[in-house]
């Protein structure tokens, strides 16, 4: 008997150490994965921390642009009265000033049209103006300045240059500007 009890002793002494071993495997896969999901949580915390900084300077960003749109409406409604003509005058004022800068360029207007849109959002009139204009290039060029310095609210959308008799050239041009309603 004392043989088999010291087997049976030398096999719950392996069996021990096995389950010890494998208590100590456990403990550490326990631990390394506590402290791999300790990590995760604090890089997603520092994710939602910096995305709340975010969502907050575009709250503080709203803020202030929602202060300032009084602000805003006045200069559009000052910058609509001052810039743009009246409906009822403004296609002779438009013709005139054409004609104007077109003498002081040495110019002459000629084949000038109007197309109109109406804008019912904004209350205005897109106008839509077609001209042309003949001459040396130098004095094309101070047609352009001109339109550029005008009192007048002009958008140039296209030019177009051609060859003309006696050596001009002749510039097509396609501008916009807009009347009160």
Not at 25 to 38: F, P
Not at 143 to 152: Q, V
């Amino acid at each position: 008997m004392n043989r088999n009890s010291k087997r049976w002793k030398q096999w719950v002494r392996i069996a021990l150490a096995v389950v010890l071993a494998m208590d100590g495997l456990l403990l550490y896969a326990n631990w390394s994965s506590t402290d791999a999901g300790s990590r995760a949580a604090a890089a997603q915390l520092d994710k939602l921390r910096t995305q709340d900084k975010l969502l907050g300077a575009d709250v503080r960003r709203v803020t202030g642009i929602r202060g300032r749109l009084p602000e805003v409406q006045r200069d559009a409604d000052t910058f609509y009265g001052d810039e743009f003509l009246a409906a009822g005058t403004g296609y002779s004022a438009i013709l005139a000033d054409l004609n104007k800068i077109s003498a002081a360029s040495g110019l002459r207007a000629t084949n000038v049209g109007f197309k109109e849109r109406v804008l019912e959002t904004r209350g205005v009139t897109e106008i839509t103006v077609s001209a042309a204009v003949e001459g040396e290039y130098v004095s094309l060029v101070r047609f352009i300045n001109g339109l550029e310095r005008s009192k007048n609210f002009y958008l140039l959308d296209s030019l177009t240059l051609a060859s003309s008799t006696g050596g001009s050239i002749k510039l097509n041009l396609q501008l916009r500007t807009y009347f009160r309603a």
